[in-house]
């Protein structure tokens, strides 16, 4: 169990441990499931064909412009279209 304090804008660190056994890395992509009175945390993959050899490719560099709203809604639009076609 790892105890952690929340900062003022609702923020936590992973500890390094838990990042590097989850192959966590920074700008990575988690979900978060409400369950039974608890927080999961669940490591995420935009799709299951991607190449991560390549960190700071042209399609991260893109993301980083948008406004944390459309963030949201492309990850949704991406893991609702992951799940759902069965092709990853």
Request: hydrophobic letters at 35%; a positive charge; proline letters at 6%.
């Amino acid at each position: 169990m790892h105890i952690k304090i929340i900062d003022d804008k609702g923020r936590i660190t992973l500890p390094l441990r838990l990042r590097n056994k989850l192959d966590l890395e920074p700008g990575g992509l988690i979900s978060l499931t409400e369950k039974d009175g608890g927080i999961f945390i669940n490591p995420e993959k935009i799709c299951t064909k991607c190449r991560t050899e390549t960190p700071g490719s042209k399609v991260l560099e893109a993301f980083e412009i948008l406004s944390p709203a459309e963030k949201d809604a492309v990850i949704a639009h991406l893991l609702k279209g992951d799940r759902g076609s069965g092709n990853g």
